[in-house]
């Protein structure tokens, strides 16, 4: 379905995940805190780290930006990088081992991440 925005056509990708809309920055920056974890770790060696250690190390990173400290001197990447690595692994611990990864699937083949779809959203895990 097409619309038009101040004269020009804007095309709603209607049901489809538009992931044109990650910026491609965020992208490198994640890749570039997950490439430095596998080489001074090994790679997908975070599916065996308890998730508290997570959640303690994206806060950490959180607060160094918070407090105006944005780049990490063990890597000169950004703290928001290895927030946003943590963000993942926690997501990646949520979806298979805390068992939501059904009612995320029922979701988005409801199409829920589509506003007027709420109503068709489905809770999983502790709630």
């Not at 990088?81 to 692994?89: E, G, K």
């Not at 083949?109 to 809770?123: E, H, Q, S, Y």
Request: contains cysteine; glycine residues 10%.
């Amino acid at each position: 379905m097409d619309h038009m925005k101040d004269g020009k056509v804007i095309k709603f990708m209607d049901g489809k995940i538009q992931y044109e809309l990650v910026d491609p920055y965020f992208e490198e920056g994640l890749a570039c805190a997950l490439t430095y974890g596998a080489h001074v770790h090994s790679p997908y060696s975070w599916r065996d780290v308890p998730p508290n250690l997570f959640e303690g190390a994206l806060r950490r990173h959180f607060a160094q930006t918070r407090q105006g400290y944005h780049i990490d001197p063990e890597t000169g990447l950004l703290h928001l990088d290895h927030l946003a690595a943590c963000n993942m692994f926690l997501r990646w611990n949520a979806l298979n081992i805390g068992g939501v990864a059904e009612a995320v699937r029922q979701n988005l083949a409801n199409k829920t991440f589509i506003p007027g779809n709420a109503d068709k959203i489905v809770l999983g895990g502790v709630e």
